[in-house]
Nanobody, 126 residues
Framework: EVQLVESGGGFVQAGESLRLSCAASGFTFDDYAIGWFRQAPGKEREGVSCISNSDGRTYYADSVKGRFTISSDNAKNTVYLQMNSLKPQDTAVYYC???????????????????WGQGTQVTVSS
C-alpha cells in the first residue's frame, strides 16, 4: 500500500523557518518524483516544489524560489522541504504527493500526481 506521511508543520512568525518531512512507503522510492503542494482556504491547490528521486532534478514555484529547498534522503525514503524566510502568504496546508510513473513535463501540476499524504498545517503570523 502506497503511503505518504507529512510532518513538521506548525505555527511560526514571519521570517522564521520550518522543515517539512514526507515519509514514503509501499513503492520503489527511487523510481518516482515527489512533489510538495499547498492549499490555503478558498484557494486552489498550488504546486510548490518537486524532486526527481532518480536524477535529483528539482523544480520550484516562482513564489518560493530562493526561500524553499527540497531534498531527498533515498536511504530513508523521505523528502524534505526546508522553508526559510516564511511569509504570512505561505500559510496553508502542505501536502506531499507521488508523481505518476513516467515523469511529467508539468511537475508542479496536481493532476500529474496519483497518491497524496494527509497534509500538515503551516501557519505564519505577521
Amino acid at each position: 500500500e502506497v503511503q505518504l506521511v507529512e510532518s513538521g508543520g506548525g505555527f511560526v512568525q514571519a521570517g522564521e523557518s520550518l522543515r517539512l518531512s514526507c515519509a514514503a512507503s509501499g513503492f520503489t522510492f527511487d523510481d518516482y518524483a515527489i512533489g510538495w503542494f499547498r492549499q490555503a482556504p478558498g484557494k486552489e491547490r498550488e504546486g510548490v516544489s518537486c524532486i526527481s528521486n532518480s536524477d535529483g532534478r528539482t523544480y520550484y514555484a516562482d513564489s518560493v524560489k530562493g526561500r524553499f529547498t527540497i531534498s531527498s534522503d533515498n536511504a530513508k525514503n523521505t523528502v524534505y522541504l526546508q522553508m526559510n524566510s516564511l511569509k504570512p502568504q505561505d500559510t496553508a496546508v502542505y501536502y506531499c504527493a507521488r508523481m505518476k510513473q513516467g515523469g511529467s513535463s508539468w511537475p508542479l501540476m496536481w493532476y500529474e500526481y496519483d497518491y497524496w499524504g494527509q497534509g500538515t498545517q503551516v501557519t505564519v503570523s505577521s
